[in-house]
């Protein structure tokens, strides 16, 4: 007998990004990560935490994140027990899945975006169901009233960039009978995001990561917000110690440090203008982008040929072999001398 349930045996499992051996040998711009560190108040909080022999690691951390739910909620304007910390925002996203969808009933999310959904439903068995976007970046054929049990909506979007107006993810909301998930994992790089939607449609859920924009990604930190029902359930399948004690260290400091958050986003979003303006002087189209990264076609449209190009001289960009997707690339946006060296390498591509 196969031990396998026949839906994990056949499915095809999620590739994340490539993350080299060698990390320190490439300009990493593949997967949107932060090119700055996190807030030196993060490395002393771990270090405090650890202490001199790391005794505390004897112990569990906190099973409810506590102190890193009040930051978090001090931070957007919420009582805590709107709140749910998670090991990664991928973990909430999971669990969304687990709480809301069963056995034969439907998710939705839009392609292209975050295809990882489609493979958390697989695994709940749940179906999956794919919307389009029209050329003025709206959601084709989104039916009057969508009855699947969860939308995902990423905004802005990675791949491409854009982020829809808040109007529209409003009107979205009142069109979902389930819950409507704007995953914002990048909504720290534009002007606008969708909490107040929470607060007045109960159907709508945010998830967050500080892997991004909070320069965090190593540690595994996102969270949801959320009415308390929702995040009470979330909170009932969660792994109890889901965040470990460096990593509730590590959140708390990071959110509470907000003048060097501001002050690093607000640099990678002046070099990401830079890029732009620089990319389109060698006739590259570029998206609008409200994230920290840009997706970008070159003249010729062959964005596995100058994947290739940047590959040979260690750069390291995202390329997606998807008919809708394979003219272009998403670049991560670094530093400034790091985009200058994209830049020169771009030139001798040609
Ligand atoms: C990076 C990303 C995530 C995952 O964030 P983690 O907190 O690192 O798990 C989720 N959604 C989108 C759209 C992302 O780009």
Known sequence: MNPLRPSIANMAGYVPGFQPPDIASWIKLNTNENPYPPSPKVKEAILAELGDDAALLRTYPSASSEKLREAAAALYGFDPSWIIMANG??????????????????????????????????????????????????????????????????????????????????????????????????????????????????????????????ALAGMRLGLAIARPEIVAALDKIRDHYNLDRLAQAACVAALQDQDYFKKRRDQVVATRKFFVTELQSLGYTVLESAGNFVFASPPDRNGRRVYDGLYARKILVRHFSDPLLAHGLRISIGTREEMEQTLGALREIG
């Open 89 to 214: 925002s991928d973990e909430v996203l999971n669990n969304l899945i687990r709480a809301c969808a069963g056995e034969g009933e439907e998710i939705a999310y839009v392609h292209p975006s975050y295809s990882y959904y489609a493979t958390l439903a697989e695994i709940q068995g749940a179906k999956v169901r794919t919307f389009g976007l029209t050329d003025d970046f709206r959601i084709a054929d989104f039916p009057e009233r969508y009855s699947g049990r969860l939308f995902f909506l990423t905004t802005p979007n990675s791949p491409l960039g854009f982020a829809f107006p808040l109007s529209y993810v409003e009107e979205l909301a009142t069109r979902c009978d389930g819950l409507l998930v704007v995953d914002e994992a990048y909504a720290d790089f534009n002007d606008c995001n969708a909490l107040d939607l929470v607060r007045r449609y109960p159907n709508v859920v945010i998830t967050r990561t500080l892997s991004k924009s909070y």
